[in-house]
């Protein structure tokens, strides 16, 4: 089984609708990352968390809220979807010792009509 | 001016050659360097980190990191149609987040 996974792993929805990401990890690692991914900006980060009580804001969290239930599970919703937020999205995990690199799930693409 | 810069290529290298990734970075207090390799459709997958100025070598690849000038590169050598893929470049700023160059897509060509 992938240690980290993400549902759906594609989503077609429509402007002004409420999409919520989900992110589930079995690495045992602390941290969580959302990033989108467009053609041409790279990967950009929307939020990140270093432990439940934690939540951080990244590059371009507007329009974007995230929700960290448990250590293993990082939800990314979209409160009303619009046509600019069609992207690829990632989750990723870390732990927290110095290397902190990152194991990314396999992505969900959203389209948002 | 974007916190990582890459050049986005097209970069073509003959197989056996050596591929030549170069990356630089805005902010000075960043610790941490990272290079991902992504396959089209695919997610990143690490290739190296390295976090002190020289050269690191793992097998094939190589990364150089010089903070004075705030550059960072990835070497491979004899390439391989294996390595063709979108090389993504990450910096962990002051402040623990992660930026991310826009990629580099190398093609080695049989």
């Known amino acids: 089984d992938a240690d980290v996974t993400q549902t759906p792993r594609n989503r077609i929805t429509k402007t002004g609708k409420r999409i919520m990401l989900e992110c589930s990890q079995t690495k045992g690692h602390d941290r969580m990352y959302w990033y989108r991914q467009d053609p041409g900006l790279g990967l950009r980060l929307i939020y990140y968390?270093?432990?439940?009580?934690?939540?951080n804001k990244g590059e371009i969290s507007d329009g974007y809220s995230v929700s960290r239930q448990a250590q293993a599970k990082f939800s990314l919703s979209l409160e009303s979807a619009i046509p600019n937020q069609t992207a690829l999205y990632f989750c990723?995990?870390?732990?927290?010792?110095?290397?902190?690199?990152?194991?990314f799930g396999p992505g969900t693409r959203l389209t948002v009509l | 001016q974007k916190e990582v810069e890459q050049n986005s290529g097209p970069l073509s290298v003959p197989e056996g050659a050596i591929a030549s990734l170069n990356c630089t970075y805005s902010?000075?207090?960043?610790?941490?360097f990272f290079w991902y390799r992504q396959y089209s459709g695919k997610s990143p997958e690490l290739i190296m980190s390295i976090y002190s100025n020289g050269d690191k070598e793992d097998g094939r690849f190589t990364a150089q990191l010089n903070k004075a000038s705030q550059y960072v590169s990835l070497l491979i050598r004899d390439s391989q149609p294996s390595d063709s893929a979108t090389y993504l470049c990450a910096v962990k700023v002051t402040g623990n987040q992660f930026y991310f160059g826009t990629g580099t897509s190398l093609t080695v060509i049989p």
């Open positions: 990723a995990t870390s732990d927290w010792g110095a290397e902190d690199t990152q194991y």
């Open positions: 968390s270093f432990d439940v009580k934690d939540i």
């Open positions: 902010d000075r207090g960043s610790q941490s």
